[in-house]
């Protein structure tokens, strides 16, 4: 039987994708697609907006529906609303929005007491892969004598509202953890000094409508090690997080991540 879904911020950029890949995979049933009642298209018909035809299921803010997932790519507000939802019907969540605030992420933490949750800031495969190559390097490298400096560097569309980007907030904390690393910083300006080891940079480039760019530095004294990893367009991102609402539908309650989705 296929798995009943609902998709939250369902006009976004990301949402969009979401309605139209999820509506083309016979074993999930997209039953409610929720918006922000401000939207300028709420209320119209999800598959219209996002370009694949009548679907049957209007942009909402509330259903009769019943659901056993709900997707959540959106803002901090409307995560916050995805979590009550999901609570409310006792479906799982698949947490996809970055940026959030320490009250929002308690929230999520508190949720995964009573419903399943999948929380990522990105669900591509390919980036999760490469968080798992970066924790391999970063224990390789964590004695290396002379040291190895870490710098995240990211790219994202000019319409990105957070910064850094929760990918590379991701990468820092996996790499910080295996290598003791306690300080972060957010570019550089002015006279800061020589850099000390003990140190992970972030940089983020905003520009045109880049659908996500991660590269991971690893810099020795003689030689550099760098991973990159590059989204062409956000279907990585959507595939990823309707693979973790099929997974976790019907999971005891819990926190997972993609990992446990992809088996990585
Ligand atoms: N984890 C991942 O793999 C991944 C990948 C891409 C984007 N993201 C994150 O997903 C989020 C959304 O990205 P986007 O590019 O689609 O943004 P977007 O601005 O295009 O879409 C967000 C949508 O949420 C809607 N919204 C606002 N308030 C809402 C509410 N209370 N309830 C329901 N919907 C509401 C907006 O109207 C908008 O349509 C961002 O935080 C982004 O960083 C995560
Ligand atoms: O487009 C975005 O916004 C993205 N956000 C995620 C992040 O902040 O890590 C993942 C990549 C795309």
């Known amino acids: 039987m296929a798995t009943r879904i609902a998709i939250n911020g369902a006009a976004g950029r990301m949402g969009q994708r979401l309605v139209a890949l999820g509506s083309q995979d016979k074993s999930l049933d997209i039953v409610a697609c929720f918006e922000h009642a401000g939207h300028a298209k709420f209320g119209q018909d999800a598959g219209v907006v996002a370009g694949i035809g009548e679907l049957g299921v209007p942009l909402q803010e509330e259903t009769d529906a019943q659901y056993s997932a709900i997707i959540d790519f959106s803002v901090p507000a409307g995560a916050h609303a995805a979590v009550e939802r999901a609570v409310n019907a006792k479906a799982a969540l698949v947490m996809a929005t970055t940026g959030l605030e320490e009250e929002h992420q308690a929230k999520i933490r508190e949720a995964a007491n009573v419903i399943p949750v999948v929380w990522a800031p990105s669900m ?53 953890a295996k290598m003791g690393i306690t300080e972060f910083v957010h570019g550089r300006e002015g006279r800061p000094g020589a850099r000390p080891h003990n140190e992970i940079a972030y940089h983020a480039i905003r520009t ?35 693979q973790a609402a099929k997974f976790a539908a019907g999971k005891p309650a819990g926190l997972y991540n993609m990992n446990d989705v992809l088996g990585l």
């Open 124 to 176: 591509s495969t390919t980036v999760n892969l490469t968080m798992k190559l970066c924790e391999i390097a970063a224990e390789a490298l964590k004695d290396i004598p002379g040291g190895a400096d870490v710098e995240v560097l990211e790219r994202h569309h000019r319409f990105k509202e957070d910064s850094p980007s929760g990918t590379a907030l991701r990468f820092g904390e996996l790499i910080a």
């Open 208 to 242: 045109g409508d880049n659908p996500g760019e991660h590269t991971i530095i690893f810099g020795l004294l003689g030689e550099t090690i760098e991973m990159t990893v590059r989204a062409s367009n956000r279907d990585c991102y959507a595939t990823g997080a309707l």
